[in-house]
């Protein structure tokens, strides 16, 4: 598909960089290899120029399956004017990666901080009590400084180990075998529907009694699955919410619509994110 695409108009996707990242493992298995990936610094860099039109789509971490939300792309989210037309589901596995072969001498591990959480029980385990944990922005970058520093050991995946030629002194250190990160892809379009689709949609409620019980009645009263329910601070005012739905179904299918337009009835905001075929793991 990425070929076929790519012959048209060369897709140009941002990601999370730097080189070596899970976001651009989720990248290239969305999009394949033919299409040309632009790390940037950060998530807010890389909505910025797909909002601008720089580049056609952007992949985002949003949530982790033992660390929960990203709520940085949640709250880019809330303003951006880009729609969710796809997610990507990715099975995490970290390594323990050095520039030479044994734990003797590691004086420091480097790694993003979710990857150090999710890691935890096994440096326990594994490394002595004096080894120092050092968070940094990414495990691609934790895996640059390992390579420069033979005392050093980073937490990252495959992708960052041949990009940096690091061996791995032991493999699948996470402390929960299933741990799953998703991504979503957004962009300018809207996508069709496919008949296994998911609409995701931002909603606010009144702080009151029983208020997200009513909010969310038209939701069961349609027979819709909800299948994610995030709070964020709405930044709007103290103690203010905003809720970040996911459902099974098209935004165009009747069901979905009916509910929609009860919310709608229901609350000031409502923001339809985008529906979007489901990924598959």
């Known amino acids: ?74 709250d880019l989210m809330v303003s951006t004017p880009l729609k969710v037309c796809g997610e990507v589901v ?64 980073a937490i990252a995946g495959q992708a960052a180990a041949e990009r940096f030629n690091l061996l791995k002194l032991a493999e699948n250190i996470e402390d929960e075998p299933n741990n799953t990160t998703r991504f979503l892809v957004l962009g300018h379009q809207d996508v069709g529907q496919t008949g296994q689709d998911k609409t995701s949609l931002i909603v606010s409620a009144p702080n009151r009694p029983g208020a997200v019980h009513y909010l969310l009645a038209p939701i069961a009263d349609n027979g819709v699955s909800m299948t994610k329910f995030e709070s964020r601070p709405s930044r709007a005012g103290l103690w203010d919410y905003v809720f970040f739905i996911d459902v099974e179904g098209h935004h165009d299918d009747p069901n979905v619509a009916r509910a929609l337009q009860g919310l709608m009835e229901r609350t000031s905001f409502v923001k339809v994110l985008g529906a979007y075929p489901q990924a598959v793991l």
């Not at 999009?31 to 632009?38: C, L, S, Y």
């Not at 050095?98 to 890691?119: E, K, T």
């Not at 490394?127 to 520093?149: F, G, K």
């Open 1 to 74: 598909m990425s070929e076929c695409l790519a012959l048209e108009k060369p897709l140009s996707i941002a990601y999370l960089g730097p080189e070596g990242t899970f976001s651009q493992l989720a990248t290239l298995k969305h999009f394949g290899h033919a299409a040309r990936t632009v790390a940037c610094s950060s998530i807010d860099e890389a909505f910025r120029l797909v909002e601008a039109r720089a580049l056609d789509y952007v992949v985002a971490p949003v949530e982790n399956s033992t660390e929960g939300a990203v709520g940085r792309t949640l």
């Open 90 to 153: 990715l099975r995490i596995h970290h390594h323990l990666l050095r520039n030479s072969a044994g734990i003797d001498g590691i004086r420091r591990v480097y790694a993003h901080a979710q990857a150090l959480a999710q890691c935890h029980e096994w440096l326990n385990k594994n490394l002595p009590a004096d080894v120092e944990r050092v968070s940094v922005a990414s495990n691609a970058e934790a895996a640059r400084l390992a390579a420069e520093d033979g005392s050093c050991a």
